[in-house]
Protein backbone atom coordinates (compact mmCIF):
# COMPACT_ATOMS: atom_id res chain seq x y z
CA UNK A 1 0.00 0.00 0.00
CA UNK A 2 1.64 3.49 -1.11
CA UNK A 3 1.22 6.55 1.82
CA UNK A 4 -0.82 9.01 1.34
CA UNK A 5 0.31 12.39 1.93
CA UNK A 6 -1.36 15.69 1.42
CA UNK A 7 -0.67 18.49 -1.47
CA UNK A 8 0.39 21.55 0.02
CA UNK A 9 -1.13 23.54 -3.06
CA UNK A 10 -4.58 22.11 -3.44
CA UNK A 11 -4.82 20.28 0.06
CA UNK A 12 -5.77 16.91 -1.32
CA UNK A 13 -4.66 13.51 -0.36
CA UNK A 14 -2.85 11.75 -2.81
CA UNK A 15 -0.38 8.77 -3.09
CA UNK A 16 2.77 10.10 -2.67
CA UNK A 17 4.44 8.41 -5.38
CA UNK A 18 2.29 11.15 -7.43
CA UNK A 19 3.57 13.87 -5.49
CA UNK A 20 6.92 15.54 -5.47
CA UNK A 21 9.06 16.28 -2.22
CA UNK A 22 10.08 19.38 -1.48
CA UNK A 23 13.39 19.34 0.83
CA UNK A 24 14.64 22.52 2.65
CA UNK A 25 18.36 23.20 1.76
CA UNK A 26 19.14 26.25 3.84
CA UNK A 27 16.79 28.97 2.15
CA UNK A 28 16.43 26.99 -0.94
CA UNK A 29 13.40 24.68 -1.34
CA UNK A 30 14.50 22.01 -3.46
CA UNK A 31 13.20 18.52 -5.40
CA UNK A 32 13.94 15.63 -2.94
CA UNK A 33 12.36 12.82 -4.15
CA UNK A 34 15.01 11.02 -6.34
CA UNK A 35 17.43 10.79 -3.99
CA UNK A 36 15.49 11.05 -1.21
CA UNK A 37 16.68 13.84 0.60
CA UNK A 38 17.02 13.69 4.51
CA UNK A 39 14.84 16.33 6.66
CA UNK A 40 11.71 17.54 7.14
CA UNK A 41 9.47 17.52 3.84
CA UNK A 42 6.54 18.64 2.38
CA UNK A 43 4.30 17.17 -0.45
CA UNK A 44 3.05 18.61 -3.73
CA UNK A 45 2.00 17.79 -6.78
CA UNK A 46 3.87 19.05 -9.72
CA UNK A 47 1.03 20.73 -11.15
CA UNK A 48 -0.10 22.57 -7.75
CA UNK A 49 3.72 24.13 -7.46
CA UNK A 50 2.60 27.68 -8.72
CA UNK A 51 -0.53 27.33 -6.50
CA UNK A 52 1.53 26.56 -3.23
CA UNK A 53 3.82 29.39 -4.19
CA UNK A 54 0.98 31.82 -4.68
CA UNK A 55 -0.64 30.59 -1.24
CA UNK A 56 2.40 31.12 0.85
CA UNK A 57 1.75 27.04 1.36
CA UNK A 58 5.98 26.77 1.13
CA UNK A 59 7.18 28.66 3.55
CA UNK A 60 4.48 28.32 5.97
CA UNK A 61 5.10 24.19 5.59
CA UNK A 62 8.87 24.94 6.64
CA UNK A 63 7.91 28.30 8.91
CA UNK A 64 10.75 29.99 7.23
CA UNK A 65 11.02 32.93 3.91
CA UNK A 66 12.07 29.67 2.07
CA UNK A 67 12.84 30.30 -2.00
CA UNK A 68 11.39 27.83 -4.72
CA UNK A 69 14.56 25.87 -6.35
CA UNK A 70 14.46 27.58 -10.03
CA UNK A 71 14.93 24.07 -11.28
CA UNK A 72 11.55 22.92 -9.79
CA UNK A 73 9.93 25.83 -11.26
CA UNK A 74 11.13 25.11 -15.01
CA UNK A 75 9.70 21.42 -14.27
CA UNK A 76 6.18 22.54 -13.52
CA UNK A 77 3.91 22.45 -15.91
CA UNK A 78 2.67 26.09 -17.74
CA UNK A 79 -0.66 27.18 -17.23
ZN1 LIG B 1 -2.24 19.37 -5.49
Known amino acids: ?3 ERTCIGCRRRDDQSA ?3 LVRREDLVVD ?5 LPGRGAYVHRGCLG ?3 SRQAVRRAFRAPVTL ?3 LEASAPAR
Not at 32 to 36: E, L
Open 1 to 3: MTP
Open 69 to 71: DPR
Open 51 to 53: LAV
Open 19 to 21: LVR
Open 32 to 36: GTTPR
